[in-house]
């Protein structure tokens, strides 16, 4: 897994906007607690010849049905929802392919992602049916400081499509607000005017 910025599409003309960014990217304390955009890097067909493995792309063959791929990714922060300063953590997914009969069992560490809600749309506008989108806005299943596996599981498809599933990219973005979303005081305490 690759862990880095794109720094190579700044403007090298250094702006205010982009010292700024190289000053907070040098010290981790600043980042800390700031909005992240996670992506998973992808095969670029030269990952191997530089000694790399890549996980993504991801094909989920019919014939693999019940099997489970991992997928190892890091995060930077501590998620704690008793902080209140995590506004969302959002897992975005976009796999060829798939169609709303398919069946998948998507799993975070271990747990199970079924019950959080989930949003799907056209992977592509210009294409539509060639990729779909998926959005897990999390709310009781975050992953943890540190190395974590997203587990993705082919539980059926219909029978007459032949055609595998390819998970293309695979996101989480992190959003941090500026203050705690509970209400100081306790729930019954209200703001005073």
Known sequence: MLVGLDALRLNWRRGDAERAFLSAFGAPAALE?????????????????????????????PSDAGQTHTIPFHVADTLEPESGRVRSV??????????SADVLRLEIN????????????????????????????????????????????????????????????????????????TRAGGAEAGPRL
């Not at 210009?126 to 999390?138: C, G």
Request: hydrophobic residues 40%; negative net charge.
């Open 33 to 61: 607690e700031q909005d992240k955009h996670y992506v998973i890097a992808r095969d670029t067909g030269t990952t191997e010849k530089n000694g790399l493995s890549m996980h993504l792309p991801l094909t989920l063959a």
């Open 110 to 181: 271990g747990a199970d992602l079924s019950a959080e809600p989930c949003r799907r749309d056209f992977g592509e506008r210009l294409t539509p049916y060639n990729w779909m989108l998926l959005e897990y806005d999390l709310q009781s299943v975050w992953p943890k400081r540190g190395a974590n596996t997203l587990s993705i599981t082919l539980l059926s498809r219909p029978a007459d499509l032949l055609s595998s599933l390819v998970v293309e990219d695979v996101e989480l973005i992190v959003s941090f607000g500026s203050f705690p979303a």
């Open 90 to 99: 959002v897992l975005r997914l976009q796999i060829g392919d798939l169609v």
